[in-house]
């Protein structure tokens, strides 16, 4: 319980930073951006919604809207795990297409529309994927070998009430699930970075040239580009390490399924559903740390509201001047439209 409300503060919190942040800056309106927002998105939903109910499942022996609780939790966790995939799909792929790129292309302002369609590949192909956890999963009621009372639990055992097609189906991919799991949730996104990262470490050679000058446009785009794979770089190390302990404890169940005790493989799902919930804990956290134009945005906001949104008259400083820093940082990233010098940031945290 200690545990899960650490990780529940920590994750409900950075999230909703990092959606509030994309979301009321002006200048960090970007398809980059989004996708991480996007992350964010489904990580304080998988928070929000399931870990309770893991929670209170786990400390009561019952199961919170019954079935419904079964089929909506795999599935709610399965779609972000796919959301995670093809969005450090699309960010390698954004690298890719940046270090083969013959000169440093600025970050413009991008439309909605063009925000959304990207969005929705990632969001409609990670739903549509996961819809098999919905017919997958199904509530069942077992004795305790301590108590022999009656306790809930989620069996992965397709309901026979289904037609025969979809019946058939849905064993299909039970069989072929511990695979499809850890192909798609597992190796795709982590060699699809890799791949995509030391592809463009060898095609700007070894250390790459480092450009002259103090604040020189090239030594800005270096810097981004360097944020940049950092970002994504770290996304997948903090994805592998902990979706790796359920791939592996499936694939033991999977062999050793009549020598596991129902016990020890009870204790295997908790551990992993609590690695799901640290990754969406984490996650933010290190946006807000490697991200400058984020974590800039972060504790503008936080210094603001401590001062109550008031200019210190002693230094000169107010809102703003932490505008013009949020500015300063994020031009790093996405250069202002021309003749937009007089736009100030729409929503800005103060």
Not at 5 to 23: E, Q, Y
Request: proline fraction near 7%.
């Amino acid at each position: 319980m200690f545990l899960s409300l650490i990780v529940f503060a920590i994750g409900i919190i950075g999230n909703l930073s990092v959606m509030c942040i994309v979301w009321h800056n002006y200048y960090l309106k970007s398809a980059w951006n989004s996708i991480l927002a996007s992350l964010a998105f489904w990580d304080f939903v998988v928070l929000f919604f399931c870990l309770p109910v893991v929670i209170f499942n786990e400390l009561t022996k019952t199961r919170p809207l019954g079935d419904a609780s079964c089929r909506i939790v795999p599935y709610l966790e399965v779609t972000s795990l796919g959301v995670t995939t093809f969005s450090l799909c699309a960010l390698g792929i954004d690298r890719f297409h940046a270090a083969t790129s013959t000169q440093p292309k600025s970050r413009p302002i991008e439309p909605c529309q063009t925000i959304f369609a990207k969005l929705a590949v990632i969001w409609v192909g990670s739903m549509i994927l996961a819809v098999p956890e919905v017919l997958l999963w199904q509530l069942s009621q077992d004795p305790s070998p301590l108590t022999g009372v009656l306790v809930d639990s989620c069996t992965m055992k397709p309901s026979v009430n289904l037609p025969e097609s979809i019946y058939s189906l849905v064993l299909t991919y039970h069989d072929a699930r511990m695979w499809w799991y850890f192909g798609c949730y597992f190796c795709l996104p982590i060699l699809f970075t890799l791949a995509c990262q030391l592809i463009t470490r060898r095609i700007r050679g070894p250390g790459g040239k480092k450009p002259e000058g103090r604040g020189s446009p090239k030594k800005q785009h270096a810097q981004r580009d360097g944020q940049l794979n950092c970002t994504v770089v770290g996304l997948a190390v903090i994805y592998g390490a902990c979706t790796l302990p359920e791939n592996i404890s499936n694939i033991v169940l999977a062999y050793l399924s009549g020598e596991v005790p129902r016990s020890t493989s009870d204790l295997l799902g908790l551990i992993n559903h609590f690695f799901l919930f640290f990754k969406s804990s984490v996650t933010p956290v290190l946006l807000l740390c490697v991200c400058k134009p984020l974590g800039q945005a972060f504790m503008d906001c936080c210094c603001c509201c401590c001062e109550d949104c008031g200019p210190d008259s002693s230094t000169g400083e107010g809102p703003d001047s932490k505008l013009s820093t949020t500015e300063m940082s994020s031009s790093i990233f996405f250069d202002k439209p021309k003749g937009a010098s007089s736009i100030l940031a729409i929503g800005t945290p103060c």
